[in-house]
């Protein structure tokens, strides 16, 4: 991308191709970046840092962009490693550097690297502050659990820009096609904040109260006009836990292939009776996050799943966890279980998904022994009809 943001803000971030699991757990085909600001005014401020592992590059893209100049602030929106990750090895580089950052980021940066110095270098600013840089001027706006309690973002009226911390992040490196920009934003919301929806929804209130022009996150791209106001729409419904498709999302576990068989069947049944939207996931072998997102997406999920040593088949299991760490709520659920001589896993599914807020259990549970029979695909009707009833 064009490094300038605009005649004196420059983008200064990095990809990461070389990523095998994002978080150690998301995988990102399309690899990662780590985005970081210059801005060149009376003072000069470096907004936010990048993963240790992209060292190098970061620190040859901020070099280039000072020309020699010393920067005076750096700007720690965020602590999480991926974006901190070369704190100290710029405040060692340039020592009349001040560090700007929530009173709580300054003490996470003493646990994340052993130096009191840094702390000591730090200037605490707190929701409502303004830091002023000379043309521009920074105001402070906390946004705690989006997504760790030290997060502050900041608006530049000058420019009219949010540097809106991982709100509004994306998986992919900064070029990434971004053609189908919501599928993947849409990821990254519900495996990384999709617990937060409170926090996210107040910190869009208070976005709401400035003339937004640009949002500069620390991962994705540069958001403007109608990718801006589509995200903005997007994260409003997200953030409510409202449903953005109108359908049905069946995920389900199979160890021998008779669940899914069932499933398959069901999704089929569900298109026949004219469901708007039907989608379905191997929990075994699809990308987990992938039917996180489509499970909170879609106005109902079904969960098909063998029962395991007495339990419930692990995949599973780890699914709906998933689930309820990410808060999944509002939503109808229908469940179909299979056993061949004690089916369990439909009870405690059942009890996995009562722990969860406004969850419509769709009854009945439909039971699978072994393998579908012909009664059972008259019970997957039935099942069809209450899910879109
Ligand atoms: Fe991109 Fe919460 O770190």
């Not at 001589?341 to 059942?350: D, H, L, S, T």
């Amino acid at each position: 991308m064009d490094a300038k943001i605009s005649s004196d803000i420059l983008y200064i971030g990095v990809d990461d191709n070389d990523i095998d699991l994002f978080e150690s757990q998301y995988a990102v085909p399309e690899g990662m970046c780590y985005n970081s600001y210059l801005i060149l005014d009376d003072k000069i401020a470096i907004v936010d840092t990048v993963d240790f592992r992209k060292k190098d590059e970061w620190l040859t893209n901020l070099q280039n962009a000072l020309q020699g100049k010393n920067p005076d602030y750096l700007i720690v929106h965020h602590m999480e490693p991926d974006h901190s990750g070369c704190i100290k090895t710029v405040m060692d580089l340039f020592p009349s550097l001040t560090l700007v950052a929530s009173a709580k980021a300054i003490q996470f940066i003493n646990q994340f690297f052993e130096d009191s110095s840094l702390s000591a270098r730090a200037q605490a600013i707190k929701e409502g502050d303004v830091l002023s840089l000379g043309t521009h001027s920074l105001q402070f706006i906390a946004a705690p659990m989006v997504h760790w309690p030290e997060v502050m973002v900041s608006y530049d009226a000058e420019s009219k820009i949010l540097f809106s911390a991982d709100g509004f992040g994306k998986f992919g490196t900064i070029d990434a096609d971004l053609d189908d920009w919501a599928c993947e934003v849409r990821r990254y919301y519900f495996n990384i904040c999709g617990k937060y929806g409170l926090p996210v929804s107040n910190l869009l209130k208070k976005a709401s109260q400035l003339d937004i022009q640009t949002i500069c996150p620390l991962h994705g791209p540069i958001l403007q006009g109608e990718k801006l106001a589509e995200a903005l729409r997007l994260y409003t419904i997200w953030s409510n836990y409202d449903v953005e498709t109108k359908g049905v999302f069946i995920a389900y576990a199979s160890i021998h292939g008779g669940t899914k068989a069932v499933a398959e069947k069901l999704a089929e049944i569900l298109r026949e009776k004219g469901a708007p939207k039907v989608s379905i996931s191997d929990l075994s072998r699809d990308d987990q996050a992938e039917a996180i997102e489509d499970a909170f997406r879609m106005s109902t999920l079904v969960v098909a799943a063998p029962t395991y040593d007495g339990d419930l088949f692990p995949p599973m299991y780890d699914f709906i966890h998933h689930l309820e760490l990410k808060a999944f709520q509002k939503r109808k659920v229908a469940f179909i279980e299979n056993g061949t001589w004690a089916p369990a896993a439909g009870r405690i599914m059942k009890a996995m998904f009562e722990k969860m807020k406004q969850i419509t259990m769709v009854e009945p549970v439909v039971t699978i022994k072994s393998r579908m029979t012909k009664a059972d695909v008259l019970a997957l009707e039935t099942l069809a009809e209450e899910i879109l009833r």
